[in-house]
């Protein structure tokens, strides 16, 4: 078994082993699909601990000898993060447990973080209070995100947590094991608001508010913005369809 933890958490390290050792009995489940997501007391205060899914065989070799496991670089970007300044809950440690040749379970661990809604609920119930202030300030905190060189590939709706913080409002990104670090074209800062919303009405103000922070042209924002928003949910919903055919015919071939 392979762990690390963050300075400020080593000397609680016995204690989160426990609670890692016996993950499947205990803790409070929040989330149980591909990954499974669980909260537990620790020290008087609440973590959050994601068990990520074993790979497949293949991806089990990659991940023992090539690549860095996706708690690791979970627990490494909330670090980069928070030291470029952006919201993310504070990691508390990570673990791999591995055999000589495969990868099997990983396990980030973080600080539970309370907040008030997620960008999801931006795209389902247009009364929010103040929510044209908060989608336009979301926008510009996607700004502070591409002039900093983070290029987060897992920009969606349920990846970034908002709190309301007096008469403004702070954003909080999660599921960090997929980015990228460095300078970003205009193509790729504007293709990365495409899997945010279906809405055209909420492309409009994210173009509007972007090119305030940008000073470019609100039109070239607003056309590669919907036409990158349109292209993804046809990919989006081909796959889904593609998927429903493989598992009909698996079903009529048994």
């Not at 149980?32 to 994601?50: A, E, H, T, W, Y």
């Not at 055999?99 to 309370?114: A, I, R």
């Not at 508010?209 to 081909?238: H, P, S, V």
């Amino acid at each position: 078994m392979k762990k690390v933890y963050h300075s400020q958490y080593k000397a609680l390290g016995a204690s989160i082993d426990n609670l890692i050792m016996d993950f499947d009995n205990i803790g409070e489940s929040i989330k149980d699909s591909r990954n499974r997501l669980k909260l537990f007391q620790l020290d008087g205060q609440i973590i959050n601990v994601k068990a990520f899914k074993i790979p497949n065989v293949i991806n089990q070799v990659v991940y023992n000898f090539f690549r860095k496991s996706k708690a690791q670089r979970s627990f490494e970007y909330a670090n980069k993060l928070l030291d470029l300044g952006i919201g993310t809950p504070a990691p508390i440690a990570f673990y791999e447990f591995k055999t000589p040749l495969l990868f099997k379970k990983s396990f980030y661990v973080s600080e539970q973080l309370d907040y008030d809604l997620t960008y999801r609920e931006l795209t389902k119930d247009f009364g929010i209070p103040d929510y044209d202030i908060i989608l336009r300030a979301f926008t510009r905190f996607t700004h502070t995100l591409h002039k900093k060189g983070i290029h987060f590939l897992d920009h969606s709706p349920g990846n970034t947590l908002i709190k309301k913080n007096g008469d403004s409002y702070d954003f909080y990104l999660v599921d960090l094991n997929r980015m990228k670090f460095g300078n970003m074209g205009f193509d790729t800062r504007v293709k990365n608001f495409s899997r945010l919303t279906i809405h055209k009405s909420m492309v409009e103000v994210m173009s509007d508010e972007y090119a305030k922070c940008t000073g470019e042209d609100y039109n070239r924002i607003f056309e590669l913005m919907w036409k990158e928003t349109e292209d993804f949910q046809e990919r989006f919903y081909r796959k889904k369809r593609l998927k429903k055919r493989l598992k009909f015919w698996k079903s009529t071939s048994n």
